[in-house]
């Protein structure tokens, strides 16, 4: 455990089952437990919203667009991770791209716990200390 590679694989690991979950979030739909929630999925699904030169969405839609983009970043970085992890790149490369990760995760992580609730708290704090250490141990190679 005071390997590097062991805390950036456990970063892409979080990474994974992150989009994993997030997605698996996406495709389930949300049914409303009353009267409230109910006019709000129905605001929410079909009251269209003019944003300019045609474009007519609704909040779903919008937030649908959030969700596949938070999706992309998490497959995308954890795909990234481990392709320089498995082609032994440069520690002072691999060292650089973590610090960008650690960067944008802090941010996620930050937004996260502001904004949302428990689980993307707690998913997005484990890949930003994954990350951390991971960090803190290629300082020491």
């Known amino acids: 455990m005071r390997n590097y590679s062991f805390w950036l694989k456990a970063a892409i690991i979080s ?3 992150t989009g994993i979950f997030h997605v698996l979030g996406i495709v389930s739909s ?4 009353n009267e409230t929630e109910k006019t709000l999925l129905d605001l929410m699904q079909n009251y269209k919203f003019d944003l300019g030169s045609g474009f007519l969405h609704s909040m779903d839609d919008v937030m649908l667009a959030f969700s596949i983009s938070f999706a992309l970043l998490l497959f ?5 991770n481990f392709y320089l992890l498995k082609t032994n790149i440069a520690p002072n ?3 650089g791209v973590i610090v960008i990760n650690l960067l944008t995760y802090i941010l996620c992580f930050t937004t996260m716990a502001l904004l949302t609730f428990l689980p ?3 998913c997005t ?6 990350l951390m250490i991971a960090l803190m141990q290629i300082r020491k190679v």
């Open 15 to 17: 990474q994974c089952m």
């Open 30 to 33: 949300s049914k409303p437990n």
């Open 76 to 80: 995308f970085s954890a795909a990234l």
């Open 93 to 95: 490369i691999l060292r």
């Open 120 to 122: 993307p708290i707690v």
């Open 125 to 130: 704090g484990l890949i930003s200390l994954f």
